[in-house]
């Protein structure tokens, strides 16, 4: 994309952000231009070292339209090309992934669910439960590493099981 093309386009997102807070909407609003790989609008725009480079337009339209940069720009739509303000809050990736999970967007694999799964919950819970046995013979028992006994004992995998 050359330069006047992105300067045109950037005036074009700051004039419709203008537009959407005085003449707010519920309607999605569509970036026509630019999309990056997973359908996010995209658009150049200096950073503050002055260098060039391409800024997602949700996050933008956030900045222009909030005074300030979302650490994790969501949308309430669901429609990555949406750059509508009302639609746009500042969230953490944690909430973000969350929400993927709470609208079918990110598919749960963790534990039995994983196919590559040698262990069930209730071995887990076996594992975690059992006091006279060390690591190695607990690996030994489950067929499974020492350092896979070691990280479910002290809940660094398998995290999800009680």
């Not at 503050?48 to 940069?69: C, D, I």
């Not at 979302?70 to 990736?93: I, K, M, V, Y």
Request: hydrophobic fraction near 35%; glycine fraction near 4%; include cysteine.
């Amino acid at each position: 994309m050359n330069q006047t093309k992105s300067t045109t386009h950037y005036i074009e997102l700051c004039t419709t952000i203008a537009y959407l807070l005085e003449h707010p909407t519920d309607k999605c609003v569509l970036w026509q231009h630019s999309l990056m790989w997973k359908g996010y609008g995209q658009v150049w725009a200096k950073d503050q070292s002055g260098k060039l480079t391409t800024v997602r337009v949700h996050r933008l339209a956030f900045f222009l339209a909030y005074g300030l940069w979302p650490d994790h720009c969501l949308h309430s739509c669901d429609h990555p090309a949406c750059f509508n303000p009302r639609h746009l809050r500042d969230g953490t990736q944690s909430e973000n992934i969350q929400e993927a999970y709470d609208k079918d967007r990110m598919v749960d694999n963790r534990g039995e669910r994983c196919g590559t799964a040698k262990l069930t919950e209730d071995i887990v819970r076996e594992i975690r439960a059992t006091t006279d046995l060390s690591f190695s013979q607990l690996a030994r028992k489950f067929d499974i590493g020492l350092t896979t006994a070691f990280n479910i004992k002290h809940r660094r995998r398998w995290k999800h099981v009680a």
